[in-house]
Nanobody, 123 residues
Framework: QVQLVESGGGLVQAGGSLRLSCAAS???????MGWFRQAPGKEREFVAA????????TYADSVKGRFTISTDNAKNTVYLQMNSLTPEDTAVYYC?????????????????WGQGTQVTVSS
């Protein structure tokens, strides 16, 4: 079992930035980490994902050029740097971990999930 704990959410004005963190209890047998988000009344959607090595990353079109995913292997932590935030980015953000050697964009392929952290962007 892997525990994932997100932090860094909060309230920010449009145009601002936030950095989310996700600390994993272990990295063994985990190939990649992903970030997803879910707004009220909407399905959970993919945001970004990366292998632990950082050699394979992918982003949703809606966040390309604004968000950056990165990993710190020494701290078993994955980050999501979010810049130029808009009210449409308001959601609960979840991190997830996958054991298989792939970097998928679909939530059901991930094996472990954190509890989520709220991000609210005011206009």
């Amino acid at each position: 079992q892997v525990q994932l704990v997100e932090s860094g959410g909060g309230l920010v004005q449009a145009g601002g930035s936030l950095r989310l963190s996700c600390a994993a209890s272990r990295r063994t047998f985990i190939y990649a980490m992903g970030w997803f988000r879910q707004a009220p009344g909407k399905e959970r959607e993919f945001v970004a994902a990366s292998s632990w090595s950082g050699g394979s990353t992918t982003y949703a079109d809606s966040v390309k050029g604004r968000f950056t995913i990165s990993t710190d292997n020494a701290k078993n932590t994955v980050y999501l740097q979010m810049n130029s935030l808009t009210p449409e980015d308001t959601a609960v953000y979840y991190c997830a971990a996958i054991k298989a050697p792939v970097v998928p964009t679909t939530p059901r392929q991930y094996d472990y999930w954190g509890q989520g952290t709220q991000v609210t962007v005011s206009s």
